[in-house]
């Protein structure tokens, strides 16, 4: 069976859709907070709070057979700035709380965590892209905690893929991506800023998923891998792409400096956290990962 942890996030939401349309095996996804109804039918659903052993408990009574399950783990708390400002909020939820899911569910099948290009740190011309084997230096209390939680689900044998600013449409009832914001403002006349930098390998909500699910019937993945395009892009860029893909006008995609942009967050960001993929396409057999507008 696979289970989902974060399901009703916009990733999780697009790895249920890959599942139900790409496997007949048992699917169990869990929620936290606001229930999604998607697949009604087809996915159980089951509420999780990850701080709580007692959820964690009962997700393990109802899978069932541990040994038998797939899992796929996106529950973090991921705002960088609420991260700087509440780390050991943030710390229970991303390491201590892991800790307890990796204890009970160590006789998984296989897992696959998703980590993030913040553990990487800043660019260089040395490193204009960043590989699994370079040295990790992050800049921000984010990177650092997913740095640590890479050590915990590798040294259980388990895989971690490090993902990068991701953009697709909301499949979810009840909640908007920035990509649906920029459609709708456009759409009504109105102006969108983004960022001229903050260079990412971004990549769409769903070809990540269908990678995830090609990588979990795949034998010796190895135990890191970067997951994301081809290309670094910057908000503007992507902004642009989006633009293009819905025929809006473009004069409403207002390129802003970076600088400026810097100035609203509390924590630091990188100006530029390129990866290589070529580890990733190796192991699919592929040339190029686009990213899909």
């Known amino acids: 069976m696979y289970i989902i942890i974060g399901a009703n996030g916009f990733l999780g939401s697009y790895v249920l ?6 496997t007949d ?19 159980e659903w089951a509420k999780l709070d990850v701080t709580n052993e007692e959820d964690i408990n009962n997700l393990a009574e109802l899978a069932g057979d541990i040994s038998d399950c797939s899992i796929f783990y996106f529950s973090a708390c991921h705002n960088l700035d609420l991260v700087k400002r509440e780390p050991e909020f943030a710390r229970n939820i991303n390491i201590t709380a892991l800790k307890k899911f990796l204890d009970t569910f160590k006789d998984a099948k296989n897992l696959y965590f998703s980590s993030t290009d913040c553990v990487y740190g800043e660019n260089t011309e040395d490193i204009p892209c960043f590989k699994e084997s ?25 895989n971690v893929v490090r993902l990068p600013f991701m953009i697709g449409p909301s499949i979810l009832q009840n909640k908007k991506h920035f990509y649906d914001n920029i459609v709708e403002k456009t759409v009504q006349g109105e102006d969108f800023t983004l960022a001229d930098g903050l260079w990412r ?25 970067n997951l994301c395009g081809d290309n670094s892009l910057s908000k503007y860029d992507v902004g642009v792409l989006i633009a ?12 802003t400096p970076e600088a400026e942009i810097m100035k609203l967050f509390y924590e630091v960001r990188t100006s530029s956290t390129a990866m290589d993929n070529s580890l990733l396409k190796a192991v699919l057999g592929v040339d190029e990962i686009k990213i899909n507008i």
């Open 25 to 43: 095996r048992r699917i169990l996804a869990t929620y936290h907070g606001k229930k999604e109804s998607l697949f009604e039918g087809r996915v």
């Open 244 to 255: 293009e893909k819905h025929n809006l006008p473009m004069k409403h995609i207002i390129k």
């Open 17 to 22: 859709k890959t599942l139900v349309s790409n």
């Open 134 to 158: 370079d040295i990790t230096s992050p800049v921000s209390e984010y990177g650092r905690q997913k740095l640590e939680a890479e050590a915990l689900v590798t040294s259980y044998g388990f």
């Open 201 to 225: 390998s971004a990549l769409d909500y769903e070809s990540v998923a269908d990678i995830l699910f090609k990588l979990t019937n795949k034998e010796n993945v190895p135990q890191i891998l």
